[in-house]
């Protein structure tokens, strides 16, 4: 089984940088994905990391730590669009398909 | 083209209907997925087709029924759904069903079930 842990929410200033945390506990991994997620809104692809370290797109960055069962999104410049949730999602590589488990999502909410 | 479009937007259905919901994208992905979501909660693996086949049901109820008509195609059926069966339904589609690849999501359809 997968247990997938996040902060329930977070807030931030606009300019800002900002840090949301993903600790997780599975029988097995390939892969860890963070989607972005505004209400009522399909989820939307951030980043993916498979290997230990950063992987930096843009504004965005994501760390992983598989020794630790740790990552987390690193949103640089906030900007008041970037209220959103944020799910941490963890690949099951047991049945050789492309399943996610996810996290329950940080809803992030970012302020003048 | 990234798109997963999904149809209806919204959907209300009393317990006794039958509703379909469905899917397309047009990308070439050999995988689609239905997920289901709760408010405030993560969406929840339903299914998974691969090349045109099931290849995993979540232990989802019977009331639910998939269909992949084609590669582009991934239809939800519905029937006899009960009032907690009311959540965001989405569908994904990724290149192929194996570890390295993302899935893209579609806007969803809003189900009410009366």
Redesign the interface.
Known sequence: GQNIDQPTEMTATEGAIVQINCTYQTSGF??L?W?QQHA??????LS?N?LDGLEEKGRFSSFLSRSKGYSYLLLKELQMKDSASY?C?V?D?G???????????TMLLVSP | DTEVTQTPKHLVMGMTNKKSLKCEQHMGHRAMYWYKQKAKKPPELMFVYSYEKLSINESVPSRFSPECPNSSLLNLHLHALQPEDSALYLCASSQGAGSSYEQYFGPGTRLTVT
Do not use: H, I, M, Q
């Not at chain 1, 009522?40 to 692809?45: D, L, R, S």
């Not at chain 1, 049945?95 to 999502?105: D, E, M, N, R, V």
């Open positions: 390939n892969g994905f989607y009522g809104e399909a989820p939307t692809f993916y498979v799910l999602a690949r590589p049945s050789g398909y492309s399943t996610l488990t996810f996290g329950k999502g």
